[in-house]
């Protein structure tokens, strides 16, 4: 089968598209044919060799945890899938970027008919993200919730789902996003140039911001701080150090299981959550694919398509 592997770490042109031989399931295990998978920055970071502290590779590396497709073998006592069922979910192994994949049972769910291959197998670790920063601030109506980079992959998902809980949400977005957001019933807010601090106050008429869910770095946790709001109700993905200064530093997959998976799929399914989907390429073009993720400013999600 073909599989994206690196075997040193450096920029994208360290991705090949390679054979390597078909796994079998073992027991509890399932083999899923894949049909979609979503690409993530934190895959960008572990490739550059960024996060070897944290999360080394070993070579010959595989990419990818988001996955979507059908299960294509079962090991002994698996009862919840059978072959042909179509699923979604995640691998824990960087393995998700390949014409097949094994994960443990409890790993995947059923894809509901209603959700598209490209938004099922982008949904993983964006849609955990999304609810982990979301229930990790508590999100209530009576909140005034400012969202960083609110148009991303994680930023899209965690802003409306703060809105559909009746939280007030100001969206932290270059001015092309802006249409798109109010669109969501988001308040969008330029986050380029000086006076940040001074036109998020002016959105607000005067309001208050009461958490703030931070998806792009340590200058939204500290732009928190600047506006006053209780660094409890900080949450931040990105960004290793928040809790030096009082704020919550949220892991997606703490968060992952089956009842977590499902809701996500089904709030997707339903259109409660929308996941635009900026880009789709072929397994054999994942260079390209990162190429245009790297550039920062994908609105939604970029999808490998097999
Ligand atoms: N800890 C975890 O569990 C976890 C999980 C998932 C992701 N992450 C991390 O969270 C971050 C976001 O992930 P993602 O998938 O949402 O990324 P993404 O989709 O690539 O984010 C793109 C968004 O970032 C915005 N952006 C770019 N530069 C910005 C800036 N200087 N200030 C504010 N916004 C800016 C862009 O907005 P405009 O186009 O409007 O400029 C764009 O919408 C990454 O660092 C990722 O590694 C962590």
């Given at each position: 089968?073909?599989?994206?592997?690196?075997?040193?770490?450096?920029?994208?042109?360290?991705?090949?598209?390679?054979?390597?031989?078909?796994?079998?399931?073992?027991?509890?295990?399932?083999?899923?044919?894949?049909?979609?998978?979503?690409?993530?920055?934190?895959?960008?970071?572990?490739?550059?060799?960024?996060?070897?502290?944290?999360?080394?590779?070993?070579?010959?590396?595989?990419?990818?945890?988001?996955?979507?497709?059908?299960?294509?073998?079962?090991?002994?006592?698996?009862?919840?899938?059978?072959?042909?069922?179509?699923?979604?979910?995640?691998?824990?192994?960087?393995?998700?970027?390949?014409?097949?994949?094994?994960?443990?049972?409890?790993?995947?769910?059923?894809?509901?008919?209603?959700?598209?291959?490209?938004?099922?197998?982008?949904?993983?670790?964006?849609?955990?993200?999304?609810?982990?920063?979301?229930?990790?601030?508590?999100?209530?109506?009576?909140d005034v919730v400012l969202v960083s980079a609110a148009?991303?992959?994680?930023?899209?998902?965690?802003?409306?789902?703060?809105?559909?809980?009746?939280?007030t949400v100001v969206g932290l977005a270059r001015p092309?996003?802006?249409?798109?957001?109010?669109?969501?019933?988001?308040l969008p807010v330029d986050y380029t140039g000086a006076g940040l601090p001074e036109r998020v106050r002016q959105a607000l008429d005067g309001r208050q911001v009461t958490a703030v869910l931070d998806?792009h770095g340590p200058e939204y946790v500290q732009l928190g701080l600047d506006l006053g709001v209780n660094p409890?109700r900080i949450?931040t993905?990105?960004d290793?150090?928040?809790?030096?200064r009082?704020a919550?530093?949220?892991?997606?997959?703490?968060?992952?299981?089956?009842?977590?998976?499902?809701?996500?799929?089904?709030?997707?399914?339903?259109?409660?959550?929308?996941?635009?989907?900026?880009?789709?390429?072929?397994?054999?073009?994942?260079?390209?694919?990162?190429?245009?993720?790297?550039?920062?400013?994908?609105?939604?999600?970029?999808?490998?398509?097999?």
């Amino acid at each position: 089968m073909r599989a994206v592997r690196f075997d040193h770490y450096g920029d994208v042109d360290v991705l090949d598209v390679v054979e390597v031989d078909k796994p079998e399931p073992g027991p509890g295990q399932v083999l899923v044919a894949v049909k979609a998978a979503g690409i993530n920055p934190g895959e960008t970071k572990i490739r550059a060799g960024e996060l070897h502290e944290r999360w080394p590779a070993t070579f010959p590396e595989g990419q990818g945890s988001d996955l979507a497709g059908i299960v294509d073998s079962v090991g002994t006592g698996v009862t919840a899938f059978a072959v042909g069922d179509e699923v979604l979910g995640y691998t824990n192994n960087r393995a998700s970027q390949a014409e097949f994949v094994l994960v443990a049972s409890e790993e995947i769910v059923a894809k509901p008919p209603l959700l598209d291959w490209p938004r099922a197998g982008a949904m993983f670790v964006v849609g955990t993200s999304a609810y982990a920063l979301v229930r990790s601030a508590e999100v209530s109506a009576d909140d005034v919730v400012l969202v960083s980079a609110a148009a991303g992959g994680v930023g899209s998902l965690t802003a409306q789902w703060a809105r559909n809980l009746g939280a007030t949400v100001v969206g932290l977005a270059r001015p092309v996003n802006h249409e798109w957001l109010r669109g969501y019933g988001i308040l969008p807010v330029d986050y380029t140039g000086a006076g940040l601090p001074e036109r998020v106050r002016q959105a607000l008429d005067g309001r208050q911001v009461t958490a703030v869910l931070d998806t792009h770095g340590p200058e939204y946790v500290q732009l928190g701080l600047d506006l006053g709001v209780n660094p409890q109700r900080i949450a931040t993905i990105a960004d290793f150090a928040a809790g030096d200064r009082g704020a919550k530093l949220v892991q997606h997959f703490t968060v992952a299981s089956p009842r977590v998976l499902t809701e996500i799929a089904d709030e997707l399914a339903s259109g409660h959550l929308k996941m635009p989907i900026a880009a789709t390429y072929p397994l054999s073009d994942v260079r390209d694919a990162y190429r245009e993720l790297e550039q920062g400013h994908t609105r939604g999600k970029i999808v490998l398509l097999l």
